[in-house]
């Protein structure tokens, strides 16, 4: 039984939904979706629906885009209730959400405790010398701006840093009660910030996380941690500890025969030769 991951589904392009409608079925293997697996409830469902019988199990954290209020979606939930509503689904098709207790996985590569995870960011990704307040501005002046501004409301706390806040603190403390089993921390956005390497849009970092997380690799134990995001797969170690980022991405970021399966990251027992954990 292995672990395997996969983020930025996308599904809303009809070239993603080809792809994951192709994945090979791995019945007695777990798949993590690392988030932005599209813009609205039915592409949450088609993805559990489409992937949930071919994995033993799955588990979801959410990104950004999951939580998008669209234009045609004025009258529906947004921000915290949302959110709620997407764990409500999550669990009807019977994934594994960041409300849930954090199971143990016992699996090739095990024991690991699974911590799947919802943090969002706080624009701290940014020049010490430019203030939170000026983040959106800075970022603005190189042509760079989110869609999260307009689609991503954080109701009801008053921002996506204070809704990020209360999101680390609740985290943290549950991370903090595990106890001594190693981890995998799961979360859309990087834990680091020098995982965003983004040549051609690097003022694009103030929506990719939090500083506040850059210690929770060695913190909470952690063998690997899974994240998206980005669209730019790669494996990084940081402190002996392996780092994923497993986006699928928009169809014009990748090769046209590069596939779903292709994309899938092998999470635990994880790639041969790799360096051993940390002591």
Not at 43 to 56: A, C, E, N, Q, S
Not at 105 to 121: Q, R, S, T, V
Not at 132 to 148: F, N, T, Y
Not at 176 to 205: C, D, K, Y
């Amino acid at each position: 039984m292995k672990l395997f991951a996969l983020s930025d589904l996308h599904v809303g392009y009809a070239e993603n939904r080809w792809a994951i409608e192709r994945v090979t079925p791995r019945p007695d293997d777990w798949l993590i979706l690392a988030g932005d697996l599209g813009e609205t409830e039915q592409h949450l469902l088609y993805v559990l629906d489409t992937l949930g019988p071919r994995f033993k199990r799955l588990v979801w954290a959410p990104g950004n885009h999951e939580l998008y209020t669209m234009p045609g979606e004025r009258g529906g939930p947004r921000g915290q209730d949302r959110y709620e509503r997407l764990v409500d689904l999550c669990r009807s098709r019977g994934a594994i959400t960041p409300e849930d207790p954090y199971v143990v996985w016992e699996g090739e590569g095990g024991p690991h405790a699974l911590a799947p995870m919802f943090l969002l960011y706080d624009y701290s990704f940014r020049p010490a010398d430019v203030p939170e307040r000026d983040a959106v501005a800075w970022a603005v002046e190189s042509g760079v701006l989110s869609r999260d501004e307009e689609l991503l409301d954080p109701a009801p706390y008053e921002s996506r840093p204070a809704w990020c806040r209360a999101r680390l603190a609740q985290t943290e403390a549950r991370l903090a009660a595990i106890g001594e089993l190693p981890t995998v921390l799961i979360n859309h956005f990087p834990l680091r910030e020098e995982l965003v390497r983004l040549r051609h849009i690097p003022r694009f970092s103030i929506w990719c996380g939090t500083r506040r997380t850059h210690d929770w690799h060695t913190r909470f134990r952690a063998r690997v941690v899974v994240s998206g995001h980005l669209h730019i797969p790669r494996t990084d170690w940081i402190d002996g500890v392996r780092f994923e980022e497993v986006s699928l991405g928009y169809p014009r970021q990748r090769p046209r025969d590069r596939t779903a399966d292709g994309c899938l990251r092998e999470i635990l027992p994880g790639p041969a030769g790799a360096p051993l954990p940390r002591a």
